[in-house]
């Protein structure tokens, strides 16, 4: 039996590398390991928590779907459907609801943090949408769930229904594990904060080695190295702790570290690695991405098959969910 893994990613627009980086490299690893078998979704329904554009959705599902097969999730590795596609999501989400507290809810810090001077004008969904989550993870009993420590409160939520439900109604529900890997914590081009679409601070898996070089040769480096002759601290420049430390390898890491050190290098110098070293991961993607863009029955057969495979699972699963309820009989 393979161990069953679930991760979603919402459909936000163009995908960056710092979702690469956190997420989806981390996906495709497991997806090639024989041990595991992914369920991997685009949780459109968790999109919608926030204000959005209707009409810009389906063009950022799309877009979100390319690029994660371009990146390496194939349907000989693992599932990629879209969550909507399973309705049981949100039927197995409310019945979570009656199965949650609200003081449960309202420790979240993530909704702390989203909801931040945004008074009573907050939707709902925003509040409750860790269960919509633990319902996603649930609904397919999987075992492991890809986190980071930034999500271990929400894993740490979808356990505690799994186990009240349990307790309630009897044995359905595995308690998910998380499989925490190397924290990676990516910040934008402007080296404050994290990448984000909404800061403008990103950079997309598809751009082209030239729209990456334009970013990359004017991004902040230790603002120790005023001159050439400065010597810097790697470990203080963002482009050492965000980029070369996944793109580049160890041996040339470490001489990149120790010629900071001593001003042996140059920043433009330095930065021309890291587009080279970019340019060997990201261009394959981006070809493949340009390809899959220009044809979409790929990605289109792919998702259609893994909604009706995700689809029968969850039927299985409500089957027996509604019986122990009492809806069914
Ligand atoms: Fe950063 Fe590289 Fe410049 Fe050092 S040489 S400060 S690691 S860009």
Redesign the pocket.
């Known amino acids: 039996m393979k161990k069953r893994f679930f991760s979603g990613i919402q459909p936000t627009g163009e995908i960056h590398i710092g979702n690469y980086l956190g997420a989806i490299q981390r996906w495709v690893e497991l997806a090639n390991n024989p041990e595991y078998e992914g369920i991997l979704s685009i949780v459109d329904y968790h999109a919608m928590t926030m204000p959005y554009e209707a009409k810009e959705l389906t063009a950022k599902i799309k877009e979100a779907a390319t690029m994660i097969m371009a990146c390496g999730i194939q349907p000989h590795n693992s599932i990629l459907f879209i969550q909507s596609h399973v309705p049981e999501h949100t039927e197995l989400a409310w019945i979570f609801n009656c199965n949650c507290t609200m003081g449960e809810l309202s420790r979240m810090t993530q909704f702390k943090d989203k909801s931040q001077d945004r008074g009573e004008s907050v939707w709902a969904g925003l509040f409750t949408y860790p269960v919509l989550q633990a319902a996603d993870i649930l609904l397919y009993k999987a075992q492991y769930v890809p986190v980071g420590e930034d999500q271990l409160q929400h894993l740490e939520l979808s356990r505690d229904i799994a186990r009240r439900f349990n307790a309630r109604f009897g044995e359905v529900f595995p308690e998910p594990q998380a499989l925490l890997g190397e924290a990676r914590r990516v910040l934008g081009i402007d080296g404050d904060k994290k990448m984000s679409k909404s800061l403008g601070n990103t950079i997309s898996l598809s751009e082209s080695s030239q729209e990456i070089w334009k970013k990359l040769s004017t991004a902040k ?2 603002e120790r ?1 005023k001159r050439r002759q400065d010597p ?1 601290i ?1 470990t203080d ?1 963002n ?2 702790t965000s980029y070369h430390r996944y793109f580049t390898g160890k041996e040339e890491l470490a001489t ?1 570290d120790r010629e ?1 050190r001593c001003a042996g ?1 140059g ?1 433009m110098d ?2 021309k690695i890291l587009a080279k070293n970019m340019e060997t991961i990201l261009s394959p993607i981006r070809e493949k991405y340009y390809e899959l863009k220009k044809d979409f029955s790929a990605v289109e057969q792919f998702l259609n098959a893994s909604a009706l495979r995700c689809h029968s699972i969850a039927q299985e699963t409500m089957t027996e969910v509604r019986k122990k309820i009492g809806i069914r009989w």
């Open positions: 480096t230790d190295r810097g790697p420049c482009i050492f990149i900071c290098i920043c330095c930065k």
